[in-house]
């Protein structure tokens, strides 16, 4: 399917991607589930400054479903628009979504604010949790730790025996933070950490966009963290050549790990 780019979203470069026949039809209707499956759809496509205005209108609706606040947070997340994201999943929580499920975004919200040490409190909200889940806990709470200059608390909690399920940038990652360097060349280069087979979640509230045939989404996670780790450790050429790399992984961009590279390398 083609994508939009993130230069236009982001700066404002005309888009190429056109409508479906599908997205059409729902453009010509005005009830609220419409306006919301076109809302999905745009953001399927990374159209996510269109895919906000039609949460917006669908907002304008009806405005008591939490989900659709909860994907029109997302979208606003995407276009690094905080205030409004915030608002959005202020509304969701206002609507019953619930604290916990709203601490994840919330703690990505504050990471790409550069707020980190705000970023690590609303991520230990989020456990207990699954395996899967607490794998992607751990990765972005070490990297805010990293940032912030205090102690990566939940490294204590990661073993190499975890049950990741599909999450295995996050663990081979993380795997680098707890051994302190000893296995970067194997979280580069050992190929289930690409595993075409493997389908992680970007955890970027997106819609859940498909990425299951594309190595990219576990390239972006793996260098984006190894990236942080390297500045960590002091080795600032390191660290900026692998924020290079994972910025190449373009074709994934609405994914977190992208997102903060993205913001990372616009801000040197």
């Known amino acids: 399917m083609n994508r939009a780019s993130i230069e236009s979203q982001l700066n404002n470069i005309p888009c190429d991607v056109e409508d479906t026949e599908e997205m059409f039809w729902l453009r010509e209707s005005d009830d609220y589930q419409s306006k919301v499956k076109l809302g999905n759809l745009l953001a399927a496509q990374y159209r996510f400054k269109e895919a906000a205005q039609a949460y917006e209108t669908a907002a304008s609706i009806k405005s008591t479903e939490p989900t659709l606040f909860l994907s029109l947070g997302g979208s606003y997340l995407t276009l690094f628009k905080y205030d409004e994201a915030l608002l959005a999943y202020k509304k969701a929580m206002s609507l019953g979504a619930s604290a916990k499920a709203l601490a994840y975004p919330l703690g990505i919200l504050h990471y790409l ?13 989020c456990l207990p949790c699954g395996g899967e889940m607490k794998i992607a806990i751990i990765y972005w ?60 979640d970007c ?3 997106n819609n859940d966009p498909d990425y299951s045939s594309d190595n990219d989404l576990n390239r972006a996670i793996i260098l984006y963290g190894l990236s942080v780790y390297y500045n960590h450790i002091g080795n600032n050429e390191k660290s900026s050549a692998t924020l290079d790399e994972a910025l190449k992984c373009d074709s994934v961009w609405p994914c977190v790990s992208y997102l903060a590279a993205y913001r990372l390398k616009a801000r040197h």
């Open 113 to 125: 604010k550069q707020d980190y040490h705000k970023a690590c409190e609303y991520f230990l909200q």
């Open 141 to 200: 709470h070490t990297l805010a730790s990293y940032l912030a200059g205090t102690t990566p608390t939940l490294l204590d909690e990661f073993t190499e025996d975890m049950d990741v399920g599909h999450h295995i940038a996050y663990k081979k990652t993380v795997s680098v933070f707890k051994s302190n360097a000893g296995s970067v060349n194997n979280a580069l280069n050992n190929k289930n950490a690409y595993s075409a087979n493997d389908e992680p």
């Open 203 to 205: 955890s970027s509230d």
